[in-house]
């Protein structure tokens, strides 16, 4: 199905003037024939007046209003008939019908989330036309297992709007629960080719090498490759994805604690090992200053006794206590 653009239809202020004249002409035209006398000429005014006037009010429905962004897709006994675009007074058929089957369907989006302050009670009638604005949808959080089994949990939005109205009413049923849909499922297929924190030996890519692609680490990277996955899902639907980010990235509530203590272990690691650099660097650095210098000479048992002294008090997690020897070092 292919969208095909009325045009030309933009007329619909003379067919309201014009009808909001013919009936004032109705009306005194029976009047006058209804005041003359008798008369075949007469009657048969009196007849088409009346016959206008209990039909002329059907011209009424093919008036059609739209505003900027919004558009309306028409049917004439079942057939497509184009689709109304632009905002403007349009004249149709009236007998054509707007048919939208996602009129109904209230998604966590916008435009489709109603405001503080309205009235539970109001009855709100479906709209039959369809927005052509950018929109954002925002599904609920879901619990995916990443490329090594981790259960995380995330959310995306996906920014969107429709670029062929023929396709979004005809070839899906209901578009807007077609999108979220296949929103969740694109986020499972990426999902579960990452893991949530860089991992040896994962490829992310595809080429046969391990890489360093972590859904933490490559958030804009993975953002992309959702937005292309649902984007090659719903061409058939008329849509475009605009932007596709992620809201919400964290591991679910079941191993959050055991994870956060495993990151935990995983900064202690390093710090002691930058730690312990740094100290070996300072104790070689020490007997190579004594040496060079010749401040004193020690043997090899007291250069690990000096050196096993130093790692002690550079690595230890507490300010050194000293004992000072008054006496000789032998």
């Not at 992309?224 to 679910?252: C, F, M, P, W």
């Not at 200053?289 to 020690?298: F, Q, T």
Request: neutral net charge; proline residues 3%.
């Amino acid at each position: 199905m292919t969208e095909k653009v009325l045009k030309g239809k933009k007329n619909g202020m003379l067919i309201l003037l014009l009808t909001i004249a013919l009936y004032i002409a109705a009306v005194l035209g029976l009047v006058a024939a209804a005041s003359a006398n008798g008369g075949i000429l007469n009657i048969i005014v009196m007849v088409i007046c009346i016959a206008y006037l209990a039909l002329g009010w059907i011209a009424l429905c093919g008036l059609k209003v739209l505003k900027p962004q919004e558009a309306l897709v028409l049917t004439l006994f079942g057939k497509y008939v184009g689709t109304l675009k632009n905002e403007g007074f349009y004249f149709v058929n009236p007998f054509c019908s707007s048919i939208n089957p996602a009129a109904r369907t209230k998604l966590n989006q916008s435009g489709d989330v109603k405001t503080k302050g309205i009235n539970p009670n109001e009855i709100e009638m479906p709209s039959k036309k369809l927005s052509l604005k950018i929109m954002t949808l925002n599904n609920a959080k879901q619990k995916i297992n990443d490329c090594l089994g981790n259960p995380v949990e995330i959310g995306i939005a996906v920014t969107w709007r429709i670029t062929d109205t023929a396709k979004a009413v005809f070839n899906v049923d209901n578009y807007k629960e077609f999108l979220s849909l296949q929103c969740d499922s694109a986020l499972r297929n990426i999902v579960r080719i990452y893991p949530y924190d860089v991992a040896p030996n994962v490829d992310t890519t595809g080429d046969g090498h391990a890489d360093e692609g972590s859904l933490r680490g490559s958030s804009e990277i993975v953002a992309q490759r959702i937005k292309e996955e649902i984007q090659s899902r719903v061409d058939e639907a008329g849509i475009e994805i605009v932007e596709a980010r992620i809201t919400h990235l964290a591991y679910a509530p079941e191993i959050a604690a055991v994870m956060l203590q495993r990151q935990q272990a995983s900064a202690i690691i390093d710090a002691r090992k930058m730690i312990v650099d740094g100290a070996v660097g300072m104790v070689e650095m020490a007997l190579e200053r004594l040496g060079e210098n010749n401040v004193v000479e020690l043997d090899e048992e007291r250069k690990a006794a000096m050196v096993s002294n130093l790692l002690v008090v550079l690595c230890g997690n507490h300010d050194a206590q000293p004992i000072v020897n008054s006496g000789s070092l032998y």
